[in-house]
């Protein structure tokens, strides 16, 4: 019974500091071979820890930052379409940055959509599933009913920027976190900041 309670407090205790990476921003930049495959780089701007209430745990969000997406392979996991991944963290402007770089086969891996040769290219940004909304891009925004951003079915160089929104009420940024693991000896990097 004792390990039973035990078991339950850590669950509740699990459950209570929930917590999930988000960003400020996000900015897509897409370079279109004739094939339909490419590179891209995503740009993503003040990388911050979120929770459901007051506990700070953002250097537990930073970990799982280092361990699963800069130097571990989730983010491959979740996007098989790209390859050659280069990932960084850096500063910028007073907040902490992240970049991915990498290449791919089809449209489809960037969420891209060509119906055929004579149709532009099509990106759906800010579906009611998605936290993402529209801020700028070099193509054209239809609507804000039908958030499809179009570009001209000749086009090379695609660029599109969102910003995330949340609900979440606490929201701490990672900066810190990175500037302290950034000073530890190259050997120590690995985990904990």
């Not at 990476?21 to 911050?48: M, Q």
């Amino acid at each position: 019974m004792r390990h039973l309670i035990i078991l339950f407090s850590v669950l509740v205790l699990a459950l209570c500091l929930t917590s999930c990476l988000t960003v400020e921003s996000k900015e897509y930049r897409i370079k279109l071979k004739p094939d339909h495959s490419g590179e891209a780089t995503i740009k993503f701007t003040n990388i911050l820890s979120e929770a459901d209430d007051t506990v700070d745990i953002s250097a537990d969000d930073f970990n799982q930052l280092i361990e699963f997406y800069l130097q571990g392979t989730q983010l491959e996991k979740e996007n098989p379409g790209f390859h050659n991944v280069k990932k960084r963290l850096f500063e910028e402007g007073g907040v902490l940055c992240g970049e991915i770089t990498f290449t791919f086969d089809s449209l489809g891996s960037v969420r891209i959509f060509k119906y055929d040769g004579d149709s532009p290219y099509m990106y759906g940004v800010g579906s009611p599933l998605s936290s993402e909304q529209y801020i700028e891009s070099n193509g054209l925004l239809a609507r804000e009913w039908m958030p499809v951003v179009f570009w001209p079915k000749d086009a090379r160089d695609l660029y599109i920027k969102t910003k995330v929104v949340s609900e979440v009420s606490f929201q701490q940024s990672l900066l810190k976190n990175y500037k302290t693991w950034l000073a530890q000896p190259p050997g120590q990097k690995q985990r904990k900041p």
